[in-house]
């Protein structure tokens, strides 16, 4: 009985610490723009085989991600853009593949190349977006991009490209190593129709930092608990080992 007891603590403990790397992370980026939070907990985790199904240990899961709106902030950025919610921005992974992401706050290279935290912006036409030369430029609610060339009186407005924004649940979606959402049945989300984001606005994290740090508390609480059984199973077992070698 000495080592099942051990060895169900001993997963309660790496579970909590699991758990606990998942806190961390979302409190990491409660100033993350865009970011939404990862739902990670514990369940149980019958053992299966031969014998009795009489134990459970405790196995780390990941429920998905929040699918929660972060508070929208007014900055009055040309290249800031908050998204509806249930709508994503395409950008290109290091794989060169297509990624969604809700982070608005865009930036420009010295070349025109639109990106998001440094990644490529998709285009309207599945091509990384490049913005020519121009005097002032704006972002419709429907991702299309106006400009004024360069050199062209202000009543001169071209066109000049279209941001690739799609629709799909949050529920629906999975999140990668490197930070990115992903269809979960790996088929491409629909285009988004009509308005899809706010212009001269960003999303904030969704990550609620009082109920992180409330969470981040009972884990640490629930992991000395499974620490201490360890120990009494220990001592326990020294005790019987020590009546047994006195006889």
């Known amino acids: 009985m000495t080592d099942r007891a051990l060895?169900?603590?001993?997963?309660?403990?790496?579970?909590?610490?699991?758990?606990?790397?998942?806190?961390?992370?979302?409190?990491?980026?409660?100033?993350?723009?865009?970011?939404?939070?990862?739902?990670?907990?514990?369940?149980?985790?019958?053992?299966?085989?031969?014998?009795?199904?009489?134990?459970?240990?405790a196995a780390a899961q990941t429920f998905g991600v929040s699918g929660a709106h972060g508070g929208i902030v007014n900055t009055g950025g040309t290249l800031d853009v908050a998204l509806q919610s249930d709508r994503w921005l395409a950008v290109q992974d290091?794989?060169?593949?297509?990624?969604?992401?809700?982070a608005g706050n865009l930036q420009m290279t010295a070349n025109g190349l639109l990106t998001s935290n440094g990644r490529p912006v998709i285009g309207a036409d599945g091509a990384p977006l490049t913005v020519p030369p121009h005097q002032s430029l704006d972002i419709a609610s429907d991702g299309t991009i106006s400009i004024v060339p360069q050199g062209q009186p202000a009543s001169t407005i071209a066109e000049a490209g279209r941001l690739r924004v799609v629709e799909a649940r949050t529920a629906d979606m999975v999140r990668g190593d490197d930070g990115l959402m992903r269809p979960a049945n790996g088929q491409p989300p629909a285009?988004?129709?009509?308005?899809?984001?706010?212009?001269?606005?960003?999303?904030?994290?969704?990550?609620?930092?009082t109920s992180m740090l409330v969470q981040m508390i009972q884990t640490a609480r629930a992991f000395e608990m499974q620490v201490r059984v360890l120990q009494s199973v220990d001592?326990?077992?020294?005790?019987?080992?020590s009546l047994l070698s006195s006889r």
Do not use: C, W
């Open 235 to 241: 001592e326990n077992a020294r005790s019987a080992n």
């Open 94 to 102: 290091s794989q060169g593949g297509v990624a969604y992401t809700r």
């Open 7 to 57: 060895y169900i603590a001993m997963t309660g403990a790496s579970a909590s610490l699991k758990t606990q790397a998942s806190v961390s992370h979302n409190l990491a980026n409660a100033d993350t723009v865009g970011f939404q939070a990862t739902l990670g907990g514990t369940a149980a985790a019958p053992i299966t085989g031969p014998g009795h199904a009489s134990r459970v240990a």
């Open 191 to 209: 285009p988004a129709a009509g308005e899809s984001l706010v212009t001269g606005a960003l999303e904030n994290s969704n990550v609620e930092a």
